[in-house]
């Protein structure tokens, strides 16, 4: 093809004029740094006040700084430092690559466990293998809070069960189908309902994936177009909302402060969150869809939805049997009622109905244990509505216990494998190697500062996989780094590390949100990841600008203009560009 032949043509012409390109390069290397080099060396072996003056002295000045303990000192932890950072970025990137190259997470992210408690135990047998087990797994599975996640997770799978065996979500998909005519009409309501869904990403998830299931796909939207709806709307959804698990997190994570109301200042400055919302009405309002998002776009307006071959969930729609008798209402109580509930448990957490305020009870609310115990009360009611209604028997209500236990078994594997790798990385010392980043650069480059922080936050989510365990490491730094000085700034930094833990998040194929929107849109979680990641790289991209922009004027009221309008031209570029290939395609297919 075309391509072919322009690649052997360059490969001639660096072949037969070499010398152009490597002779330049070859130059540059020797004057800017070969001859540096050597000449330091020498000036370290010689006695000056000016280059003019140089006596050779050999040894002496090594002698006198290794009698020095202030520099040995230094120097050792400084070889310490260099050690432990290169272990770490080798076991997350070793970690990561096998994830993207095999196309499979559960023995990735274990070799990735693996290769960190070699490293920790120093290649010893025995010690790495507790090292996994009992510093690893049985830790963080022993861990409370993650206990509850847990059980939060089993307890949701159930109720989704429900609704389905019920007939509600096929009641309400349904009813959808007769009142929502256009394939723009689905998109905007599967993004409202990802929006109303606002308490906690793993319930979004799983919610607005079974709901809106049959109408996309009646509307032929691709499965990889609808785990994008569903994962661009649980997190940078949950980030922005103040009644959420997210900011209880958050919240915990400010020590010294009023962490509820730091969280409510920097909403305005989450600027991927936003923007990514922003990106996705705008796409939808012009019809703009580019990388390989397009192309499945274009398969399921041919009628394949899934595009590639592999399709795990192909026939999950005929294994399951509706339930003539359910109706709308057999899915919005139990969506209503879980998410009153669950507001409810958190606030009794954080000492409401023992005389706390409800802003207070929330910012120090156990968001674990809040949402175990308003997911329970949700599912008690989910079941008595239906015995009430006759739409299903206890023995069928606890069948789907099971069932909903099952359907979470690969989330809570992959969250289990997930925290272990976070806890390998935390034995190597990862919060040490970002503190010294972020400290060394809040010198000169305090400006800066946010959008350093967003890439690094993007960083670490993407090779752990998990957002909380970026603002665990984070937020403790930027609040030390601001502390007594510039609020404003604390603030847009906190917000840039919330968002670059979003935005690695988003693009981590061992992100347990990401395999949670896979799951509820029922499509292969690879498709997902390959097609979300050019739009999340669009939004991080306008992000990092943005926050640069916020570094210096300090006020959301100029950066989010300016990040809003720089997305809309890249949209509109997209858009006609998408018109030209169109047209361009047409006039080809016509000759």
Known sequence: GTGKRRFIMVGRTIKKW??????????????????????????????FTTVQDVTFVGFSNYQKILLDNTFSHAFWLTVIFAFISSILINVL????????????????????????????SNFNFEGTILHIFEGGMISVL???????????????????????????????????????????????ATFALGVLIFVDDYFNCLTVGSVMRPVTDKHNVSRAKLAYLIDATAAPVCIIAPISSWAAAVSGFVEGEDGITLFVHAIPYNFYALLTIFMMVAMVLMKVEFGTMGVHETNALKGDIYTTPARPYA???????????GKVI??????????????????????????????????????????VLGSFFGLVITIVLYLIRRVMNFRDCMACIPDGFKAMVPAILILTFAWTLKAMTDSLGASVFVSAIVKSSAGGLMNFLPAIIFVIGAVIAFATGTSWGTFGILIPIVVNVFSGTNHELMIISISACMAGAVCGDHCSPISDTTIMASAGAQCEHVNHVSTQLPYAMVAAAVSFLTYIIAGFVQTAWIALPAGIIMMLVFVTFMKFSQKKQTTAFSQKKEA
């Open 142 to 188: 022993t861990d409370s809070y993650n206990m509850g996640i847990l059980i939060f997770l089993v307890v949701l799978g159930t109720i989704v069960v429900l609704m389905n065996r019920a007939g509600g979500s096929a009641a309400y998909g349904k009813w959808a189908q007769k009142r929502i005519k256009t394939r723009k009409g689905t998109l905007f």
């Open 315 to 325: 026939n999950a729609a005929e294994d399951e049997k509706s339930n003539p008798r």
């Open 93 to 120: 990137a070793f970690a990561i690559a096998l994830a993207l190259i095999t196309k499979e997470v559960y023995s990735s992210l274990f070799v990735g466990i693996l290769v960190g408690a070699l490293f920790y």
């Open 330 to 371: 057999d899915l919005l109580i139990p969506i209503v009622s879980l998410v009153i509930c669950c507001v409810i448990g958190m606030i009794y957490t954080g000492g409401f109905f023992s005389g706390t305020d409800f802003v207070t009870a929330f910012s120090q609310s156990d968001a674990s244990v809040g949402l």
């Open 18 to 47: 070499w010398p152009i390109f490597v002779l330049p390069t070859l130059a540059a290397f020797i004057i800017g740094f070969l001859w540096p080099f050597i000449w330091g060396i020498y000036l370290s072996f010689c006695k």
